[in-house]
């Protein structure tokens, strides 16, 4: 399959829904990552490490933009397949996404995770997996239509994690934000950074 198939939205006429990462988990995760790395640059200086902190931000800078492309995926399902795609820019060795045909999906299987976590898979004729995707806006919605589909009963399946379990992580992290502003004002008032 070529890169513009996995890439490509479906015309306006043809029946298809789109379902995206949920934005709270968008913002929660990139918050969490600025959160974890912002005070690297300003220690790195304050305390002489060996790695500069102009290649701290550089790296900070990367990884961002690769949380973010990963957190660009999108589920689009029409009348013919299941497709996970991501935006053009994204590169496709980073994230290349998949398509599969309903009428080459044999079944859907799930998986226990190593945190204890339930993860499903599509098989298909050939004996390929492909991660259902969990953590998109209208999963409910999103399972039905693979049920209607593909004939599966899907009314077991539930998304990986609820969204009251990212609202607690999002307001540790903005607690966290606060230990950044501390970390990073105690490092300034020593003096040491230009």
Excluded: H
């Amino acid at each position: 399959m070529s890169t513009n198939q996995v890439n490509q939205l479906p015309s306006e006429t043809e029946s298809a829904s789109v379902f995206r990462i949920s934005p709270l988990i968008r913002i929660t995760l990139l918050c969490l990552y600025v959160t974890l790395t912002l005070p690297l640059p300003f220690l790195a200086q304050v305390t002489a490490a060996p790695i500069p902190s102009g290649i701290l931000w550089l790296g900070m800078v990367i990884g961002l933009v690769a949380l973010y492309a990963a957190l660009c995926e999108r589920v689009i399902l029409d009348e013919q397949q299941i497709q996970v795609t991501y935006p053009r820019w994204v590169p496709r060795f980073f994230r290349k996404g998949w398509s599969l045909p309903w009428t080459d999906v044999k079944d859907l299987k799930m998986r226990t995770t190593g945190q204890g976590g339930l993860v499903y898979y599509f098989l298909s004729k050939s004996g390929q997996a492909y991660l259902l995707p969990m953590r998109v806006v209208g999963f409910a919605q999103m399972v039905r239509q693979v049920q209607a589909k593909t004939g599966i009963d899907t009314t077991d399946i539930r998304p990986l994690s609820q969204p009251w379990m990212y609202l607690i992580l999002l307001g540790f992290t903005l607690l966290l934000f606060l230990v950044d502003a501390w970390t990073i004002l105690t490092a300034m008032s020593l003096g040491k950074l230009t």
